[in-house]
């Protein structure tokens, strides 16, 4: 019986040693001796719409001021610090390689400790572990969280992250609004050649017809057969007047052939004004159309011109723009690794391991017996 116990007393100080000691002291050596130091730089940044509209928290304070946050362009930013854009960027003549593969960094967290290709995919993955962009949903505030082993790279990296991330919405807001007036500046060139054409096509219909607006030609016309039909009222009152009192008068013939000739001038004047092909009523027809189109393309001309100007308008209106809020900070001491709290972690999980295949342990000794 005794040893049997004694057995099993050796397996569980054996497991002890494997789950508890072995743990801790590989721990001691990484956290005590071999861990490097890291220093984190952090800014946090808002960027802010005059148009949109306000969140909560926060965002109702940025709204009471005129101001409202511009998720889309926020998210936009977020996107390009942590994409491979950006890593080339701030590795421009290998700056952010050299950061992060200084002699004093360990093997185990410099960047080419445990040797490998070291291309630019691995360089990216290592980047993206190193650089965070958190974006707080309720306040719109985004904050940027760098990680290097040196209180100047954290910090020198982060404020070239936060100024790409301050140029990128500047030339999403610029392109933007040039789209936003080159578009309406496309609306405005078409109505204007729309009108040309249609003030161009009324002039050489005016010159084919003869005419330059028919209605008002029509009713100056209308007035002329209104006085002749007059004068043949008059002419023939008094011819009916001479044949009736001195039918030998000479002025007879005269009366007659005038009223014939008045008679003829009307029916001319009627059959230009409503008859045939190239009446006024026909004319003022194809007239009317060539008027319509020219006074449609003058309205939709003025349409785009204040289109145009709107455009314009808003285009001044719309600067999204990147709100600092905390600066970088450039660390005076190292935040990580923590190096008693990774110790203690390792003892109480090693512990939690240690009991638990012990107790598996006695189990299935008990069970075998």
């Known amino acids: 019986m005794l040893s049997r116990v004694s057995t099993i007393f050796k397996k569980i100080n054996a497991l002890f040693i494997v789950c508890v000691v072995l743990p801790t002291l590989v721990s001691v050596v990484y956290f005590g001796f071999i861990a490097s130091d890291i220093y984190i730089s952090e800014s946090r940044y808002v960027v802010r719409s005059p148009e949109k509209s306000a969140g909560t928290g926060l965002g109702m304070i940025l709204a009471s001021a005129g101001f409202a946050s511009a998720s889309e362009e926020a998210h936009a930013a977020l996107s390009f610090v942590e994409s491979r854009d950006a890593l080339a960027a701030i590795n421009k003549d290998g700056t952010y390689e050299k950061a992060v593969t200084r002699p004093y960094i360990s093997s185990l967290d410099r960047f080419d400790g445990l040797g490998g290709d070291n291309s630019f995919e691995d360089l990216y993955k290592y980047y993206l572990k ?10 719109s505030i985004s904050t940027l969280t760098v990680r290097a082993y040196s209180s100047e790279d954290a910090f020198r990296i982060n404020e070239r992250l936060l100024d790409m991330a301050e140029e990128t919405i500047n030339r999403m807001n610029l392109r933007g609004r040039k789209d936003m007036i080159r578009f309406a500046q496309i609306e405005v060139d078409e109505a204007q050649k729309r009108t040309r054409d249609a003030g161009l096509a009324l002039a050489a219909y005016r010159n084919r017809e003869g005419v330059i607006d028919p209605e008002l030609q029509a009713t100056a016309q209308m007035e002329m057969i209104s ?13 009916t007047q001479l ?4 039918p030998k008068n000479p002025q007879i013939p005269v009366l007659e052939n005038r009223s014939e000739a008045l ?59 990147v709100e600092r809020i905390a600066l970088p900070n450039k660390p005076d001491s190292p935040l990580e690794p923590r190096r008693m709290r990774g110790i203690l972690a390792t003892i109480v999980l090693g512990l939690v391991a240690w009991g638990i295949l012990s107790m598996l342990v006695a189990g299935v000794k008990e069970h075998a017996q």
């Open 243 to 246: 044949k009736q009192f001195t």
């Open 227 to 239: 006085k002749l039909q007059d004068e043949i009222i008059a002419t023939r009152t008094q011819l």
């Open 263 to 321: 008679d003829r001038e009307v029916r001319n004047m009627m059959g230009a004004l409503a008859g045939g092909d190239r009446s006024l009523a026909r004319s003022a027809v194809e007239y009317q159309r060539y008027f319509l189109e020219q006074q449609l393309a003058e309205k939709q001309l003025a349409v785009a011109l204040a289109s145009l100007e709107e455009a314009r308008n808003e285009a001044r209106r719309q600067q999204v723009y």
């Open 130 to 139: 190193h650089v965070k962009v958190e974006n707080d949903v309720a306040t």
